[in-house]
């Protein structure tokens, strides 16, 4: 039911950089602030980026985001083993009035 | 800091009404103005939002589930639940509780999830 698209998977060695895209819809991504989150295997999703470009507290500036139109995209510098997870961007969807939360398909990123 | 538990059987037989909890702690569920979630994944798949709950009591729902589900608020207990009717293997997944405050758009804090099995 995803209506946000994003590429299945991305890879690159440690200390390079992935970027994640998340392509969407004037009545979502287009009008609305997209938040990203990070999901590490067998845990629940973290909040890494919201507002299209700001980090929580305690998220390391390697991670940033950037929104163009109705597509957003998430950046990885420095990558780390750690960072081998599942990725989601989110964000509201104002084609119904009541209002639809709605996330991406979802990205695995992967360490060389 | 608000922190949120999922509780409720980790097995429901089909047709059956899946029931889940999720206390919050650290805060008060009354006070603020903050909307409490419910966001599922089955086994390999994606996110998906189910609903929400505003602290005045309003709800709205994902329109693919809307018939079947209920949010509540249990002020009493700093509780807030979901119940979603006629369940079938389909709606097999972990159950995660969310929220976020009034005003804003993302979900933080989220429960650590429960895992509900649709089967007989």
């Known amino acids: 039911q995803s209506v946000l698209t994003q590429p299945p998977s991305v890879s690159a060695a440690p200390g390079q950089k992935v970027t994640i895209s998340c392509s969407g819809s004037?009545?979502?991504?287009?009008?609305?602030?997209v938040s990203w989150y990070q999901q590490l295997p067998g845990t629940a999703p973290k909040l890494l980026i919201y507002?299209?470009?700001k980090r929580p507290s305690g998220i390391p500036d390697r991670f940033s985001g950037s929104k163009s139109g109705t597509s957003a995209t998430l950046g990885i510098t420095g990558l780390q083993t750690g960072d081998e997870a599942d990725y989601y961007c989110?964000?509201?969807?104002?084609?119904?009035?009541?209002?639809?939360?709605?996330f991406g398909t979802g990205t695995k990123v992967t360490v060389l | 800091q608000v922190q949120l538990q999922e509780s409720g059987p980790g097995l429901v037989k089909p047709s059956q009404t899946l029931s889940l909890t999720c206390t919050v702690s650290?805060?008060?569920?009354?006070?603020?103005?903050?909307?409490w979630s419910w966001i599922r994944q089955p086994a390999g798949k994606g996110l998906e939002w189910i609903g929400r709950i505003y602290t005045s009591g309003s709800t709205n729902y994902n329109p693919s589930l809307k018939s079947r589900v209920t949010i509540s608020v249990d002020t009493s207990k700093n509780q807030f639940s979901l119940k979603l009717s006629s369940v079938t293997a389909a709606d097999t997944a972990v159950y995660y509780c969310?929220?976020?405050?009034?005003?804003?758009?993302?979900?933080?804090?989220w429960g650590q999830g429960t895992l509900v099995t649709v089967s007989s």
């Open positions: 989110g964000t509201w969807d104002s084609s119904l009035s009541a209002g639809l939360y709605v």
């Open positions: 650290g805060g008060s569920i009354s006070s603020g103005s903050y909307y």
């Open positions: 507002e299209n470009n």
């Open positions: 004037s009545s979502n991504i287009g009008n609305n602030y």
């Open positions: 969310a929220s976020y405050g009034s005003g804003r758009s993302w979900f933080d804090p």
